[in-house]
């Protein structure tokens, strides 16, 4: 199973982007799919997931509000949506998946991932 995501850039504070990630060489509908950020000097942290079947989603109390997170089993691809963006939002963000439910929502129980795309928001 393959991850890519896309959409990252730089924006201006109370701005927003919208992340994609698209994956390949799995069954999509299976995995819950979940969204992740590190900071730079920070741990990575938990974003936002959806569960596999789309009926649950789940956020980090920083972003409730502001982000939402969707995904199109057509398109095998998942949605970060972020609006009222802040400096503190800057991170490189990462896609992940595990298949079936994800209840510890822990980096370290992904089963797969991709490499990060970098969001900067300017003050």
């Known amino acids: 199973v393959q991850l890519q995501a896309s959409g990252g850039g730089l924006v201006q504070a109370r701005g927003s982007l919208t992340l994609s990630c698209a994956v390949s060489?799995?069954?999509?509908?299976?995995?819950?799919m979940g969204w992740f950020r590190q900071a730079p000097g920070k741990e990575r942290e938990f974003v936002a997931v959806?569960?596999?079947?789309?009926?649950?989603?789940s956020y980090v109390d920083s972003v409730k509000g502001r982000f939402t997170i969707s995904r199109d089993d057509a398109k095998n691809t998942v949605y970060l949506q972020m609006n009222s963006l802040k400096p503190e939002d800057t991170a490189v963000y990462y896609c992940t998946a595990k298949l079936g439910h994800w209840g510890t929502l822990k980096w370290s129980d992904s089963d797969y991932w991709g490499h990060g795309t970098q969001v900067t928001v300017s003050s």
């Open positions: 060489g799995g069954t999509f509908s299976r995995y819950s």
């Open positions: 959806i569960s596999w079947s789309g009926g649950g989603t």
